[in-house]
């Protein structure tokens, strides 16, 4: 079965400082992987996405994610955080041939100026 | 840029009355999908639509509901006899191919009453 784990339910950091969101994914064959982000009383919008290659992928608004095999995971990146940063995260998995995305529980991330 | 639009943003009926939601999805879009978010919980599949067929479904996705695309822009939602734990954030989404990211509109929010 397949099952995407974020084991924080909110993230704080300051203004300017790095950020990770946290995710694991558990999936049978090779997975595609992503992140949306939900801003309140809004949908969710697309922020990165891996499927092949380079380990490190580069998204919207300056995020990235790494996906890492061994680890099973796909965390989520930002050198230097913004206030506008702030608002649920959402990591999803979806096994290569299957149309549906499994999401995690989200990650309500707050940036503190 | 392009969206997936929802109608209407907010929707209330009566325990047992049928609903119908409705969703323009992006127009070169080929998979056109419907997700739910009961408050404070995950993002759930509901079902998948290609080629004019469901392609995917979720337990959820139960007799009380069916999807139609009746025109070349148009994906609907119905669900025949509402129950009060239909009462969630619904979020129409769609994608270019299969594996490829999936873009949400806003959602509406149904309220069984």
């Known amino acids: 079965a397949q099952s995407v784990a974020q084991p924080e339910d909110q993230v704080n950091v300051a203004e300017g400082n790095p950020l990770t969101v946290k995710c694991t994914y558990s999936?049978?064959?090779?997975?595609?992987l992503f992140w949306y982000v939900q801003y309140p009383n809004r949908g969710l919008q697309f922020l990165l996405k891996?499927?092949?290659?380079?380990?490190l992928v580069k998204g919207s608004y300056g995020f990235e994610a790494e996906f890492n095999k061994s680890q099973t995971s796909f965390h989520l990146k930002k050198p230097s955080a913004l206030v506008s940063d702030s608002a649920l995260y959402f990591c999803?998995?979806?096994?290569?041939?299957?149309?549906?995305?499994?999401f995690g529980t989200g990650t309500r991330l707050q940036v503190f100026p | 840029e392009p969206e997936v639009t929802q109608t209407p943003s907010h929707q209330v009926t009566q325990m047992g009355q049928e609903v119908i939601l409705r969703c323009v999805p992006i127009?070169?879009?080929?998979?056109f999908y419907w997700y739910r978010q009961i408050l404070g919980q995950k993002v759930e599949f509901l079902v998948s639509?290609?080629?004019?067929?469901?392609?995917?479904k979720s337990e959820i996705f139960d007799d009380q509901f069916s999807v139609e695309r009746p025109d070349g822009s148009n994906f609907t939602l119905k669900i025949r006899s509402t129950k009060l734990e239909d009462s969630a954030m619904y979020f129409c989404?769609?994608?270019?191919?299969?594996?490829?990211?999936?873009?949400f509109g806003q959602g509406t929010r149904l309220t069984v009453v």
């Open positions: 989404a769609s994608s270019e191919r299969l594996g490829t990211e999936a873009f």
């Open positions: 999936v049978s064959g090779n997975p595609y």
């Open positions: 891996y499927i092949t290659g380079d380990n």
């Open positions: 639509f290609y080629n004019n067929e469901i392609s995917e």
């Open positions: 127009s070169n879009h080929l998979y």
């Open positions: 999803a998995v979806r096994r290569y041939n299957t149309d549906k995305l499994i």
